[in-house]
């Protein structure tokens, strides 16, 4: 079955730095295009970065760009969000989700969705 695992969370300061990872399985990880999104406290999930399938292009967020880089490995089915001078509103769950084709940002757009992972900076 389809399966997208997100990892790479925790409690850090700011200031510091995080890599999250995603493993995907059960679908064509090659012919999708990837995307992180994120869920704090009280506020509704947002669009934090995308890449396309084959890894050329990407897009991010007003409120990562500068800071932020993902990335996707497809031989190994991964794709990645590297995260700089993290902040404590950069506090969420992280999810990752795939879509095939639609609007990048378009959270509906997504066919495949994580199960998050937890990131919490503490000022």
């Known amino acids: 079955q389809v399966q997208l695992v997100e990892s790479g969370g925790g409690l850090v300061q700011a200031g510091a730095s995080l890599r999250l990872s995603c493993a995907a399985s059960?679908?064509?990880?090659?012919?999708?295009?990837m995307g992180w999104f994120r869920q704090a406290p009280g506020k509704e999930r947002e669009f934090v970065a995308s890449?396309?399938?084959?890894?050329?292009?990407?897009y991010y967020s007003d409120s990562v760009k500068g800071r932020s880089t993902i990335s996707r490995d497809n031989t190994r089915n991964t794709v990645y969000l590297q995260m700089d001078s993290l902040a404590p509103e950069d506090t969420a769950v992280y999810y990752c989700?795939?879509?095939?084709?639609?609007?990048?940002?378009?959270?509906?757009?997504?066919?495949?969705w994580g199960q998050g992972t937890r990131v919490t900076v503490s000022s």
């Open positions: 059960g679908f064509a990880f090659n012919n999708h295009h």
């Open positions: 989700a795939a879509r095939y084709s639609g609007y990048f940002s378009d959270s509906q757009a997504y066919n495949y």
């Open positions: 890449i396309n399938s084959l890894g050329g292009t990407t």
